[in-house]
């Protein structure tokens, strides 16, 4: 499979625990793009890649969020201390015209 | 980007053709329209997009108005596999990419 793959697709968490989220794209595309999804919305932009440069990053991403793309590969999304509130789909995306997603990580935080 | 309005739900018949209107009347000369759909815990996938042609690929085919103010898809043959939650998107390709702003989409049931 040469789609985007996100690990893990689920994670269960207790409030206060940090998680790690992990996306590696399709290996051609340069732009990496990580997404937010609650119950019934669409998805939300969180940040955005360009090879190892983050370039851009929502308000959405609070101060316990980072993320990095080392080498321009792969890429790791880190919520510390997570929150109740922090519970909801993480998706990954990758792009050369057209986005493509991965499934995504389901968080719940307990 | 501009911002977009679609029907929160509609329902289609199995093999029949499902029309889906968005309408996005603040979309600027260099924006795109495209069109994501989402099945259940799935991540959306990408189904087409257009500047002011009309499109068509093998899933579906994507009508601008002249003046661009509004299209509709066309899914051609819906089948039970269609039922998702379709996005209609306004983005331009410059600055961060292919950032998309997704709204609340087209919630489709196609039934048998």
């Known amino acids: 499979d040469t789609g985007v793959s996100q690990d893990p697709r689920h994670k269960i968490t207790k409030r206060g625990q940090n998680v790690t989220f992990r996306c590696d794209p399709i290996s051609e595309h340069n732009r990496l793009y990580w997404y937010r999804q609650t119950l019934g919305q669409g998805p939300e932009f969180l940040t955005y890649f360009q090879n190892e440069a983050q370039l851009e990053k929502s308000r959405l991403l609070s101060d316990r969020f980072s993320a990095e793309r080392p080498k321009g590969s792969f890429s790791t999304l880190e919520i510390q201390r997570t929150e109740q509130g922090d519970s909801a789909m993480y998706l990954c995306?990758?792009?050369?015209?057209?986005?493509?997603f991965g499934q995504g990580t389901r968080l719940t935080v307990v | 980007d501009a911002k977009t309005t679609q029907p929160p739900s509609m329902d289609c018949a199995e093999g029949r053709a499902a029309n889906l209107p968005c309408n996005h009347s603040?979309?600027?000369?260099?924006?795109?329209v495209y069109w994501y759909r989402q099945i259940h815990s799935q991540g959306p996938q990408y189904i087409i997009h257009g500047l002011k042609n009309n499109e068509t690929n093998e899933m579906a085919s994507l009508i601008i108005t002249e003046d661009r103010k509004s299209s509709t898809l066309i899914l051609p043959h819906a089948t039970l596999r269609d039922t998702a939650v379709y996005y209609c998107?306004?983005?331009?390709?410059?600055?961060?990419?292919?950032?998309?702003?997704f709204g609340g989409g087209t919630r489709v049931l196609v039934k048998p």
């Open positions: 998107i306004v983005s331009s390709r410059r600055g961060a990419g292919n950032k998309l702003t």
């Open positions: 603040t979309i600027s000369g260099n924006e795109y």
């Open positions: 995306a990758s792009t050369d015209s057209e986005a493509f």
